[in-house]
């Protein structure tokens, strides 16, 4: 499995950018695509967005897309999310994920086996 750690949540006003960083653990980070996903309180977790091994392709939620990016640096084990234009409904948990196998892009949170800790990102209006 893989141990991953996240960072870079807080407080922001509506508007406002984020970048949150998740650190895995591991020699084959590369091998494993990687999700974010969040949960609001009273709120199923959900998916955010994906991103290939590779990083050669990436995929968002209707709620997020046009306003956050999800990126990898392989060489860093780490994958990335660049939040935009934040709204007062992208508050919640944030959650870096990976599946529970390598070379497979799944979207489903049951799907992905290694989770982080969460951080908590708050938007003010």
């Known amino acids: 499995q893989v141990q991953l750690v996240e960072s870079g949540g807080g407080l922001v006003q509506a508007g406002g950018s984020l970048r949150l960083s998740c650190a895995a653990s591991g020699r084959t980070f590369s091998t494993y695509a990687m999700g974010w996903f969040r949960q609001a309180p009273g709120k199923e977790r959900e998916f955010v967005a994906r991103?290939?091994?590779?990083?050669?392709?990436?995929d968002y939620s209707d709620s997020v897309k046009g306003r956050f990016t999800i990126s990898r640096d392989n060489a860093k084990n780490t994958v990335y999310l660049q939040m935009n234009s934040l709204k007062p409904e992208d508050t919640a948990v944030y959650y870096c994920?990976?599946?529970?196998?390598?070379?497979?892009?799944?979207?489903?949170?049951?799907?992905?086996?290694?989770w982080g800790q969460g951080t908590q990102v708050t938007v003010s209006s």
């Open positions: 994920a990976a599946p529970t196998a390598r070379y497979y892009y799944p979207r489903l949170p049951s799907n992905f086996g290694s």
């Open positions: 991103i290939h091994w590779s990083g050669s392709d990436t």
